[in-house]
C-alpha cells in the first residue's frame, strides 16, 4: 500500500515555480565542534533514522490519476544531500550571507529527497554555519520532524548514534500506482468530490480566521474584500535572493512589554513596523498617517475540540501602523490589534510552544510558510513568522550554537518575508528579500536593531 501525499501537500509542489521556490532555510551559526565539520555530517548520518521522510522522494502517479506518493528512494546518497562549502577569509557575516542568498534561491532537485544540509567552515574566530533548506511538503503537522530539530542536544556531551541499517523498500511502478488510484476510487467513489470539497473548506477556515487590524477590531470581510496597501515590498519577483539578519537582547524586548504591556510578539512586531516606517522614508516613499504594511502572521493556535495545544497553525492579517510616527502608539495598536486575534484564535503562549518539541523553531517555520502560501499575495505586503525557541544553550556534535537565523521563503509577487526567532537570551530576525525589489534589505536589517534602542528609550 502507497503512501499517498494530502491535496493539500500536493499543492506546494504543483504551485512552486522555479524563481520561487517553497523550500524554508535556516542558518545555524556554530562554535567549531571538536570533531570539526565531519562530526556534524557524521550526526546528520545518524540521526536520519529519526527522519524517516528524509530518504523519501515524490513519486508521481502516470496520468494524473491520483496525487503523488511518498516512495523510498533506492539511489539515496547522503552525501548528496550534505554538502561541504567555505566562506574565503576573513570570513566575514556578509560573505556567509552572499553563500546563504545563492543557495536559497536554488529550488530543491523534484528527483530526490525534498532536502540539503550545506555545512560551512572559513568564518571568522573559527565558527562554522550549518544551512539547511527543507520542503514544506515534508513538514506537514507539527509532530513532524525538521532536519535542523534533530541535530541540537542540551549537552555537548550527547552520544550521537550509529547509523541504522536502512534498507530501501522497491519503487513502485507504473501498473501499481495506477492500480492503487484506481482501487482507491472504486473503494470511494467520492475521493475526488471530497478532495476538492476539503480544499475549499480549508480555504474557507482559513479565511474565517482573517484578522484585520485596522482600530484592533475583528474585520474579517474588510481584510479579505480590500486588497493589500500598495507598497515597493509588492512586486514582480525574480530568481534571485539577498539574505540580511539582525539580532537584539530578549531582555530588551521584556522590558518594553513590561512598561507598557501587550506580548513580546506585539513588541516584535512594533519593532518591524517601526523599521519598515524608517525603511520606507529612507527611500524616498510618501509616509503618510494612515499609510500602513500589511502582514501575514502565522500563530499556533488551538481549534475548539483539539486537546493538543499548537496542533495547527493559522494566518491572520495584521496591518502594521507604519504611518504612525510615536513608537509608543505604534505598540499599542498592535497589542490591541493582537489581542483581538489571541482571543478570537485562542493562540498558543510561547513557553507552550517551546515545551512541545525540544527545538521546534524549524518545524513550526515550515508550517507558517504552508499556512501563509495558502493565501492569495494580493491579500498582504509580507510575511512576518515569529517562533520562540528554548533559552538556553543548544549544541551539535559538541559545538555550541550561537546564533540560528530562519529564512522563510517569498510568495510569488512578494519581495520580502521576516522569519523570527528566540534562543539563549537574543532574538534573531531573518530577512528574505527579492534582489532586485528589495536590494537594500541590510539597511532594513539595520533598521530593526535601531528600533529596539528607539523603544527601550520609552520604556525609561
Not at 524549524?362 to 498582504?380: D, E, F, I, K, Y
Request: cysteine-free; proline content about 8%.
Amino acid at each position: 500500500m502507497v503512501e499517498r501525499l494530502t491535496t493539500l501537500d500536493a499543492s506546494f509542489l504543483y504551485l512552486e515555480k522555479p524563481d520561487s521556490p517553497m523550500h524554508v532555510a535556516g542558518v545555524l551559526v556554530l562554535e567549531a565542534p571538536p570533531g570539526g565539520l565531519e562530526a556534524i555530517a557524521s550526526l546528520v548520518r545518524a540521526r536520519l533514522q529519526l527522519v524517516p521522510r528524509y530518504r523519501q522522494r515524490v513519486l508521481g502517479v502516470p496520468g494524473h490519476l491520483a496525487d503523488p506518493v511518498w516512495a523510498d528512494d533506492p539511489d539515496f546518497d547522503v552525501d548528496y544531500h550534505v554538502r561541504r562549502s567555505a566562506v574565503p577569509r576573513p570570513g566575514t557575516e556578509a560573505q556567509l550571507l552572499d553563500l546563504v542568498s545563492r543557495v536559497t534561491a536554488r529550488p530543491l532537485d523534484r528527483a530526490r529527497p525534498l532536502w540539503e544540509v550545506y555545512l560551512v567552515e572559513g568564518l571568522a574566530d573559527g565558527r562554522v554555519a550549518v544551512v539547511t533548506k527543507t520542503h514544506p511538503a515534508l513538514v506537514d503537522r507539527l509532530g513532524a520532524v525538521e532536519i535542523g530539530q534533530v541535530l541540537l542536544d542540551p549537552s555537548p556531551d550527547a552520544p550521537t548514534p550509529a547509523p541504522d541499517r536502512w534498507r530501501p523498500r522497491p519503487l513502485p511502478g507504473p501498473l501499481e500506482l495506477v492500480r492503487e488510484a484506481v482501487e482507491e476510487y472504486v473503494q470511494r467513489p467520492s475521493a475526488v468530490v471530497e478532495a476538492a470539497r476539503h480544499a475549499v473548506t480549508d480555504l474557507r477556515a482559513t479565511g474565517g480566521r482573517l484578522t484585520g487590524a485596522a482600530g484592533g477590531v475583528l474585520r474579517t470581510a474588510r481584510s479579505a474584500l480590500f486588497p493589500a496597501p500598495h507598497s515597493p515590498l509588492n512586486s514582480a519577483s525574480g530568481s534571485q535572493r539577498r539574505v540580511a539578519v539582525a539580532r537584539i537582547d530578549l531582555d530588551e524586548v521584556k522590558r518594553v512589554r513590561k512598561t507598557h504591556g501587550g506580548t513580546v510578539n506585539d513588541v516584535l512586531l512594533a519593532v518591524v513596523a517601526g523599521a519598515a516606517r524608517d525603511w520606507l522614508l529612507s527611500r524616498g516613499q510618501a509616509v503618510l498617517g494612515s499609510t500602513s504594511v500589511r502582514a501575514l502572521v502565522p500563530l499556533s493556535v488551538q481549534g475548539e475540540g483539539e486537546e493538543a495545544p499548537g496542533s495547527r497553525v493559522s494566518s491572520y492579517l495584521v496591518d502594521l501602523p507604519v504611518g504612525e510616527p510615536n513608537p509608543r502608539v505604534r505598540l499599542a495598536r498592535l497589542s490591541y490589534a493582537m489581542r483581538g486575534v489571541s482571543q478570537h484564535g485562542r493562540s498558543v503562549g510561547a513557553e507552550t510552544l517551546v515545551a512541545l518539541t525540544g527545538f521546534a523553531p524549524p518545524t513550526l517555520h515550515a508550517l507558517g510558510a504552508r499556512a501563509a502560501r495558502g493565501l492569495s499575495r494580493r491579500m498582504s505586503n509580507l510575511v512576518i513568522t515569529n517562533v520562540p525557541g528554548p533559552q538556553l544553550p543548544l549544541y551539535a556534535a559538541g559545538g555550541r550554537m550561537l546564533e540560528v537565523y530562519p529564512v522563510v521563503p517569498l510568495a510569488p509577487g512578494q519581495g520580502l518575508s521576516v522569519g523570527i526567532t528566540s534562543y539563549d537570551g537574543r532574538v534573531f530576525f531573518g530577512l528574505n528579500a527579492d534582489r532586485d525589489a528589495v536590494g537594500d534589505v541590510d539597511v532594513l536589517a539595520d533598521l530593526i536593531e535601531q528600533e529596539i534602542g528607539v523603544l527601550v528609550e520609552t520604556a525609561g
